[in-house]
């Protein structure tokens, strides 16, 4: 470990003596998808006990309220599990920011739900690398960190959301809240089995457009009626045509429609937006807003637009650039070589950037095939990436920011 000061090579030391496997796998075994409420209350009691070893304040604070659009158009309250919450220190100097999510993509109906080992150092698993094993290794390094004479310099809040799979809706003011004065911030979603990070992000949006017709006969006064599936196609179509080099579009779904003999009065639109750019999520707004005045003058329907960008563009920007090369010099004196490329995925780091602090969202395990059956976390990355972590700190702290 060249170029590591006496002081970082301690916490280094101290990082891989954790149970980081052990607490992944225990974690892992728990199913927390997110529309499972029993399982995030499980797992979420499980990161409180494990994460207040660590000073400060530690609560599982209530989920804001989240709308959602039923196929029949009707309109819901979502249940979301508590989110975790610790500060620590919020005197201290230097304030850090790092997140995680205890969520799967895997409900507890799923078939995928045990661990296996596929080869030796290989683990395969729900949640194990994303991000059960990010959130063992992140506890490890800020164990770490608190074990130096640096610690009394850094404050940081930790936030472990249950919504991150389905767009981090209920937690969105609280990840805004706690990123307020951080000189940066670490998100340990994994790194791809080679260890490269990820670095710029597109944005995201998803819209539900409820569109509402008229109906009748479909034979005997078709006339009468106004379609609205046929609507909700037109406006699918419509809407396709905004896509352009910076703006992904891709209308998902169309719920809707009855007996053949029906004209239908009621379709719901399920759309996603993928913009690289504010700009095209201006551009992308200006379309939704026109078609909708538009297919509602042509068809004569209603329409009632629901969601929004959830997901602001991650650019690489100076602060960020430098924070990337803070990481990977870091890297390079613990013997690894830290990559970065950009990526078309979202995570929380996208709503970080957007609040103006230095995020590197990718600083989790190494692993792969991430929500799919055959997930992977390499197991000797646990240790490798929890010294990284707690090196980063260490000279964040030592610097005043990133």
């Known amino acids: 470990m060249r170029g590591l000061s006496t002081m970082e090579a301690d916490a280094v030391a101290f990082a891989r003596s954790r149970p980081m496997l052990e607490n992944t796998q225990?974690?892992?075994?728990?199913?927390?998808g997110t529309r499972n409420m029993g399982g995030l209350a499980q797992l979420a009691a499980g990161l409180a006990d494990a994460f207040s070893a660590l000073p400060g304040e530690l609560r599982l604070v209530q989920p804001a309220p989240v709308e959602a659009v039923d196929p029949d158009g009707s309109v819901r309250v979502l249940e979301h599990g508590r989110h975790l919450h610790l500060t620590v220190r919020p005197e201290a100097p230097v304030q850090m920011l790092f997140t995680g999510h205890m969520d799967t993509v895997f409900p507890a109906d799923h078939p995928f739900q045990a661990q296996q080992w596929l080869e030796e150092g290989v683990l395969n698993g729900p949640g194990v690398a994303?991000?059960?094993?990010?959130?063992?290794l992140m506890l490890a390094a800020l164990e770490a960190v608190e074990t130096t004479p640096a610690a009394g310099r850094i404050g940081y809040e930790v936030v472990i959301n249950s919504d991150e799979e389905t767009g981090s809706f209920s937690s969105a003011a609280l990840l805004a809240q706690a990123a307020r004065g951080k000189v940066a911030a670490l998100t340990y979603e994994p790194a791809l089995p080679d260890g490269t990070l990820a670095g710029a992000r597109g944005g995201t949006g998803?819209?539900?457009?409820?569109?509402?017709?008229?109906?009748?006969?479909?034979?005997?006064?078709?006339?009468?009626?106004?379609?609205?599936?046929?609507?909700?196609?037109?406006?699918?179509?419509?809407?396709?045509?905004?896509?352009?080099?910076?703006?992904?579009?891709?209308?998902?779904?169309?719920?809707?429609?009855?007996?053949?003999?029906?004209?239908?009065?009621?379709?719901?639109?399920?759309?996603?937006?993928?913009?690289?750019?504010?700009?095209?999520?201006?551009?992308?707004?200006?379309?939704?807003?026109?078609?909708?005045?538009?297919?509602?003058?042509?068809?004569?329907?209603?329409?009632?637009?629901?969601?929004?960008?959830?997901?602001?563009?991650?650019?690489?920007?100076?602060?960020?650039?430098?924070?990337?090369?803070?990481?990977?010099?870091?890297?390079?004196?613990?013997g690894l070589d830290i990559g970065w490329r950009d990526t078309g995925g979202v995570c929380d780091g996208n709503n970080i950037a957007a609040c103006g602090v230095p995020v590197v969202d990718t600083m989790g395990a190494r692993g792969g095939a991430i929500h799919s059956a055959d997930e992977f976390l390499i197991a000797d990355s646990l240790a490798e990436r929890a010294a990284l972590s707690a090196v980063t700190i260490l000279r964040i702290a030592e610097k005043g920011a990133a």
Request: aromatic residues 4%; positive net charge; without cysteine.
């Open 206 to 334: 998803n819209f539900s457009i409820v569109v509402r017709g008229r109906s009748a006969h479909a034979g005997r006064n078709p006339e009468d009626g106004r379609n609205a599936v046929v609507a909700a196609a037109a406006l699918a179509v419509r809407l396709a045509g905004a896509k352009g080099p910076g703006l992904a579009v891709n209308p998902a779904r169309i719920d809707g429609g009855g007996p053949n003999n029906v004209v239908p009065d009621l379709a719901v639109l399920r759309i996603n937006f993928r913009p690289a750019s504010q700009q095209e999520i201006a551009h992308a707004q200006t379309e939704i807003d026109a078609a909708v005045t538009a297919v509602a003058a042509a068809h004569e329907v209603k329409i009632e637009v629901h969601g929004g960008f959830n997901r602001p563009p991650k650019p690489i920007d100076p602060g960020a650039e430098k924070l990337f090369g803070l990481v990977k010099q870091a890297g390079a004196d613990l």
């Open 26 to 32: 225990g974690w892992a075994a728990i199913n927390s």
């Open 130 to 136: 994303d991000m059960k094993g990010g959130l063992a």
